[in-house]
């Protein structure tokens, strides 16, 4: 029987991203954004939840304006921590299953190793912090998973490799920092994953964290060069240290997150960062 799954943030880039993969799949699928219902508004989400009775949720929606939450950090704990604790409410009322999407930006980045579901988060930003509060909520019911992923982009709304590419056309020379570490992941990619979690018989159902990120790692420099060489752009691009570039949120220097535990789960083969970006930029181009 068609399983049915209600997708939040359906508008943005991971939930267009299942938008698109959902069409190969035999489940029934329903997008929401804001414009369909305001999330936050827990009474109204409840009773919409509880009308539409999904056996899936997977929880997209998210305030993800990193440095504009240092000036509003209420609004993003509202929307990132507000909306994970109601779908925890939901669940345990329902029993329904609930994936919840967080960020590698709850780590502080103080360690250069691969970064474990054990490994203690510390937020250095509003956002993460915000993040992090949702992750404890989701976690709080025993159905729930939380996939954290990393330097998200899609051919889908606006992201790093949009804004390189558009900003080494109008420039010679662009500055890069490259004292931040950590791994780009392809929208698409981290979709098919998640199709692969929810899939009928694709092995157990095991709620908890997880890691999901592409293969590989790399600092922002390295990914603009990268775009820079696939996109044939004639830009230089200038190595920098985060000091030169002084942001409102502080971001972590390293945090590349393993994937042993998701990959032995859902025995996985992950793409090399490199061939998720490739694979992004011909699909623009088309
Ligand atoms: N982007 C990254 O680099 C990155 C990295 C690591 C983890 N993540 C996580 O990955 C997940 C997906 O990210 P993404 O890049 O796909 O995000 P996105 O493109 O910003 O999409 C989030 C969607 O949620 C919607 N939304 C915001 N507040 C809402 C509310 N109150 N009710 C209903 N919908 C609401 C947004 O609408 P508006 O646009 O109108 O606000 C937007 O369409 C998020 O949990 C994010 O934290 C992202």
Known sequence: MAQQILVTGGNGQLGSELRELSALTGDVFTFVDI???????????LAFLEERSPDWIINCAAYTAVDRAEEEPGIAEKVNAGIPAMLAEYGNK?????????????FPGDVARPLTEEDPP???????????????????????????????????????????????????????VYDQVGT???GTDLAGVILRIIEPGAGTYLPGIYHYSNEGIASWYDFAHEIREITQASCRIIPIETEEYPLPAR????AVLSKKKIR???????????????????????
């Open 251 to 254: 971001r972590p220097a390293f």
């Open 35 to 45: 414009d369909t219902i305001d999330l936050t508004d827990r009474a109204r989400a």
């Open 264 to 286: 032995q789960q859902y025995m996985l083969q992950i793409p090399h960062w490199k061939s998720g970006l490739q694979r992004c930029i011909e699909k623009m181009k088309r």
């Open 94 to 106: 329902s029993g329904c299953r609930v994936i919840h999407i967080s960020t590698d930006y709850v």
């Open 184 to 186: 780009p992941t392809y």
């Open 122 to 176: 510390a937020p250095l930003s509003a956002y993460g912090t915000s993040k992090r509060n949702g992750e404890t909520a989701m976690l709080s019911y025993k159905n729930g998973m939380v996939i954290r992923t990393s330097w998200l982009y899609s051919t889908y709304g606006n992201n790093f490799v949009k804004s390189m590419m558009r900003m080494m056309d109008e420039r010679d020379e662009l500055r890069v």
